[in-house]
């Protein structure tokens, strides 16, 4: 059985731990779910040998567990679980739906999810979405191995209608960026297991089936009720960038939908986050490192600022080291400045971690003498 863990409660102390790191008789901090919505284990267990082997089983290298260290600061998903939930399960009720099509009949049957469900669920999203007052995401979502598909077409619809508020786009064209980006991928279920999970390099002729996944997800979708051609331009558009190097078209600069470049984004980024069969995933400061490097050449750069200012490269309860030595938690994080977050500093760094005898909080906006070096696990 397939393990979620994504149940945040609001005011609780935690971090993300690598699930190797986690010994008995920590506490889990966040409700953990199986794709059908069963709670498996609950927040406030203490952690056995058996749970943790049972989440080995599963696929599950992160949960969340309490730490006292960080008491008084609390993270709010922008959504809440129940919203995330039922995205996620309705994009597991679509996929499981086409899976067993080849693809002229995925794109004859259509989606067989009922058109208000979808509607229900976008419309959750933008309210939430539009009610939020966090001003950057401390996105690190917990999912199995075998439920990437599901959590990543979520994640990007949040990633990419959150930037879009921020960009003050009107309440429509939210929901076009929220539709589209929730099933941006659609047309990945053409693509044979074998192609998708390769180690290696793609050669040319798997390479060319990949390349069609936004063309067949754009079929599909126009078969429902909800279509609309701006939710349409972001599936069939998210792989396009700026310097015509993208796919299906080639196309470049303005002639790319913004609402796409912005999906794509989100795309691009969720994925170097994610553990895939062909590589580990990267740290969230490794992958606004690399946009912040070689974004420009991929996307339009007033967009992508405005992705980039919004998202913590360094999460709530990351354990981190500074340049002098010394290492933290950190707190808090500053719109447009995520690289430079508020930390909690509690140890000298050493073999040990010796706590130091008075900890102090240094925001790293204005404390530029210090940096980030490293983070710790």
Not at 111 to 129: G, S
Not at 228 to 235: E, K, L, P, Q, T
Not at 327 to 354: D, M
Request: with cysteine.
């Amino acid at each position: 059985m397939d393990l979620l863990n994504d149940t945040r409660k609001e005011g609780d102390q935690m971090r993300k731990t690598s699930l190797k790191n986690v010994e008995p008789g920590m506490v889990l901090a966040k409700d953990i779910f199986s794709n059908t919505g069963q709670i498996l284990l609950r927040a406030g267990i203490e952690m056995k040998p058996r749970y943790i082997n049972y989440l080995e089983q599963a696929g599950v290298e992160y949960i969340y567990l309490r730490d006292e260290r960080i008491a008084d600061v609390s993270i709010d998903d922008p959504i809440t679980e129940k919203t995330r939930h039922q995205a996620r399960y309705m994009v597991r009720d679509i996929t499981r739906g086409l899976q067993t099509e080849d693809s002229q009949e995925k794109v004859k049957k259509g989606i067989n999810v009922q058109d208000r469900v979808i509607l229900d669920t976008v419309n959750k999203i933008i309210d939430e979405l539009l009610d939020s007052k966090e001003a950057v995401v401390q996105l690190e979502d917990i999912r199995s191995k075998d439920d990437y598909l599901f959590a990543h077409s979520v994640n990007c619809a949040v990633l990419a209608t959150l930037v879009a508020k921020k960009m003050k786009y009107k309440s429509k064209e939210l929901r076009w960026i929220a539709a589209g980006s929730l099933f941006h991928d659609l047309g990945m279920l053409g693509i044979p297991e074998k192609i998708l999970n390769k180690p290696g390099k793609l050669n040319e002729d798997e390479y060319k089936i990949v390349t069609g996944h936004p063309l067949q997800g754009f079929e599909i979708f126009r078969t429902t009720d909800v279509f609309d051609a701006r939710a349409g331009a972001v599936v069939l558009q998210h792989h396009e960038r700026y310097q015509g190097q993208g796919y299906p078209k080639g196309l470049s600069g303005k002639d790319i939908n913004p609402l796409a470049q912005l999906c794509g984004i989100a795309d691009v980024y969720d994925a170097m986050t994610s553990d895939r069969p062909y590589r580990k995933a990267c740290q969230p400061y490794e992958a606004v490192e690399m946009l912040m490097s070689r974004g420009e050449e991929l996307f339009d750069v007033t967009i992508l600022q405005h992705f980039l200012s919004v998202i913590a490269a360094y999460p709530v309860g990351f354990h981190v080291l500074l340049s002098n030595g010394e290492s933290g938690l950190v707190i808090a994080n500053n719109p447009g400045f995520t690289l430079r977050p508020v930390v909690r500093v509690l140890y000298r760094y050493g073999k040990s971690l010796e706590p130091l005898p008075q900890p102090y909080e240094v925001d790293l906006s204005q404390a530029l003498d210090l940096t980030i070096t490293d983070v710790i696990e």
